[in-house]
């Protein structure tokens, strides 16, 4: 289950609330009773790692071309 960050306007209670995706939002504080607490928008706290998920989209750097003859890759001007 997802854990949402509320707040309230009006005393400015700040709690962490563990609800299903489906459940409806609070609308009252649990601290002064009033109608003025809302959800707040948060980071995510994840980061994906493992095979496929890299800091950035493209970890390999483009080779650079080879300056005698343009190839990207192997040159065959290089080896002689």
Known sequence: MPI???????????????????????????????????KQLTAPGFQLKGNGYYATDFKDKPKASCAPCGSAGTCPAANS
Do not use: H, I, R
């Not at 609330?17 to 609308?27: C, E, H, I, R, T």
């Open 4 to 38: 949402y960050a509320y707040a309230c306007a009006d005393c400015g209670l700040q709690q962490d609330v563990m609800q299903k995706m489906s459940d409806a939002a609070l609308v009252t504080c649990p601290e002064c009773g009033k109608e003025s607490f809302s």
